[in-house]
């Protein structure tokens, strides 16, 4: 790694592989999340996980729901194994803001926790993306870490990582201006099963698309 630069997303996920869904197995609020969401889905809905990691909990559920899901992710040992755990849906190794999905063309969109690693501008442009992708009336379930941080230099279970982020009424606007209204959300503190896990704040928020982003 260049000393001068941070680590990016791909290199932190490519390096924590599955250690990262166990430490985070626990989370009943992403559990949470994930069944609010199954019971707004009609069946058979297209599904983006944007940031879909090893593909649990979220495309798992989705898929043993009945769902069709399009998972994202930029680290190419998440979309591995997530191919290997979660057969039955597709996985796609890009970067999120490279990505042009065609307007109206998702029922529900997940995003949890794969924006800290990008600036301000990129994580409120993937708002607006997420929002484009899903047809009028659409859901999007989406967490993160609800600090008020701008390239923090953090470690995450034991790794340098360089985080930015939104606090709790920021984030919220900027789902609200991507498009959405906002249905609910909740906070919670987790902490990461792993020796060097240091309690979280987590954000979790549900919304539908309104209007054109
Ligand atoms: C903290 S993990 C969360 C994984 C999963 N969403 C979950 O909650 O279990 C963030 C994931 O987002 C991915 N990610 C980060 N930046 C991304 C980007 N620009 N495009 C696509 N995936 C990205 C990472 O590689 C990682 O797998």
Do not use: K, W
Request: with cysteine; glycine share 8%; proline share 7%.
């Amino acid at each position: 790694m260049d000393a001068d630069r941070p680590p990016t997303a791909a290199s932190v996920f490519d390096a924590l592989g599955t250690d990262y869904e166990r430490a985070f197995a626990g989370s009943a609020a992403h559990r949470d999340s994930l069944g609010q969401l199954l019971h707004l889905l009609a069946p058979h809905s297209r599904v983006l996980d944007v940031g879909s990691g090893t593909g649990r909990p979220t495309a798992q559920t989705l898929v043993d729901a009945g769902h069709e899901v399009l998972g994202v992710d930029v680290s190419t040992v998440m979309v591995d194994i997530a191919s290997r755990q979660v057969p039955g849906a597709e996985f796609r190794c890009a970067d999120i803001r490279e990505l042009n999905p065609q307007e109206g063309s998702f029922d529900a969109a997940c995003v949890y926790f794969s924006l800290l690693q990008m600036s301000r501008a990129d994580q409120s442009e993937v708002l607006r993306l997420v929002g484009r992708s899903l047809r009028p009336g659409g859901h999007l379930a989406a967490a993160t870490v609800p600090l008020d941080v701008e390239g923090v230099n953090a470690t995450f279970m034991g790794r340098p990582v360089q985080v930015t982020s939104f606090g709790e009424s920021d984030f919220t606007a900027r789902v609200a201006s991507a498009g959405f209204t906002v249905l609910s959300q909740e906070s919670s503190v987790f902490t990461p099963a792993h020796p060097a896990g240091l309690p979280e704040p987590h954000l979790f928020l549900l919304a539908r698309r309104i209007r054109p982003s």
